[in-house]
């Protein structure tokens, strides 16, 4: 049967660190964690006892109740908010028709409305999906660097009832770092046709 000691001032010490973030479950418990020298452990088996004497001395405390820092519990280590909460991953093809920051509200309404006008198109009609791929890459390129404002990437509807692939692959190419960060925005430049995307791009700093 187990004996029972008052706790030792170092003791005293670490639990008061152990408990100054627990939050209690019912207001008695508060009575419980400020009166440190009411408090009582239970002693460990003989056994036990003899292990846990330090070479140098100190009081000996079980390893789960000492951090690395041999300051606070690993245990009771508060949860990061970042790995808390998940954070809700848009489809690169619901980004579509999402208005992007740094753009006025009369020039998306005129973009958005068709009022743009396009000023060069790209048909991927016919290509595999690689060659698309990098005809796309070439085609943004060029146009963001001769200032282009409007251009439209042709993919046609497809067959099926998500499309062909390249309808499908053309929203997660163009949701890529290197070309997001030079869009404005996209639609589609009907409801009814989501056979072709409209860009509009940023101007091009010098």
């Not at 009411?38 to 330090?54: H, V």
């Not at 519990?73 to 909460?85: C, E, G, K």
């Not at 030079?182 to 791009?201: D, T």
């Amino acid at each position: 049967m187990a004996r029972w000691r008052q706790l030792a001032e170092e003791e005293k010490v670490l639990w008061g660190r152990v408990m100054s973030d627990v939050v209690p479950l019912r207001n008695a418990a508060d009575d419980a964690v400020k009166d440190c020298t009411a408090t009582q452990i239970s002693e460990p088996e003989k056994k036990s006892a003899r292990q846990g004497k330090s070479h140098a001395g100190a009081p000996y405390f079980p390893s789960e109740v000492l951090s690395r820092d041999h300051t606070f519990p690993a245990f009771f280590a508060p949860v990061s908010p970042a790995s808390a909460q998940v954070q809700r991953q848009i489809h690169p093809a619901d980004k579509i028709g999402r208005r992007s920051p740094g753009i006025d509200d009369q020039s998306w309404r005129n973009f958005e409305q068709g009022k743009t006008r396009v000023q060069r198109r790209l048909d991927l009609h016919g290509l595999v999906a690689q060659e698309a791929y990098h005809r796309l890459l070439e085609f943004m390129d060029v146009s963001y660097r001769q200032g282009l404002r409007c251009v439209e990437i042709i993919t046609g509807l497809g067959s099926g009832g998500e499309g062909g692939i390249l309808r499908r692959e053309l929203p997660f190419w163009l949701d890529r770092p290197e070309l997001r960060a030079r869009m404005l925005g996209v639609v589609y430049p009907h409801a009814a046709n989501r056979g072709a995307v409209k860009i509009l791009l940023r101007r091009r700093r010098v």
